[in-house]
């Protein structure tokens, strides 16, 4: 996984130092790369919002160093062409200066990330385990 992951430059962080990585110094003539997975199972805090119908955890981590660093966050929306042939068109989130509340541009994910699951539902790839954490039931932590 790390060979496939690093094979075009980007350097594999743990979830843990995601935060202390990003904002070491890239090593010279090198240009690191991140990929965060706002959606993706939950560990940590996270932000519950609806999601097709139904109370779902997304990270926050990837909005909150976009705050941090001032970057903006992009979409990619991906549409199959035909098999095995896809087109992505990058849709910005948040511009890195729009002043915004906190936990909007995970929310403008989300609603983003529907809306295209609604409009091609074969087209997205399920995961059994997106709902395993629930809403706690009186508001307590």
Not at 44 to 72: K, N, W
Request: aromatic share 12%.
């Amino acid at each position: 996984m790390l060979r496939l992951r690093s094979r075009f430059g980007a350097r594999m962080v743990a979830g843990k130092g995601v935060a202390g990585g990003f904002f070491q110094a890239p090593r010279r003539g090198t240009r690191d790369r991140y990929e965060c997975r706002p959606g993706a199972d939950v560990d940590g805090s996270a932000l519950l919002d609806r999601f097709l119908g139904q109370d779902t955890a997304f990270y926050i981590g990837a909005e909150q160093i976009a705050r941090a660093t001032r970057l903006p966050i992009l979409y990619a929306h991906v549409r199959r062409a035909r098999r095995s042939f896809y087109e992505v068109e990058f849709l910005p989130l948040w511009d890195g200066r729009e002043p915004i509340a906190t936990n909007q541009v995970t929310e403008r994910y989300a609603r983003a990330c529907e809306a295209d699951v609604l409009k091609k539902p074969a087209d997205w790839l399920w995961s059994y385990r997106r709902w395993r954490l629930k809403k706690p039931l009186y508001g307590g932590a």
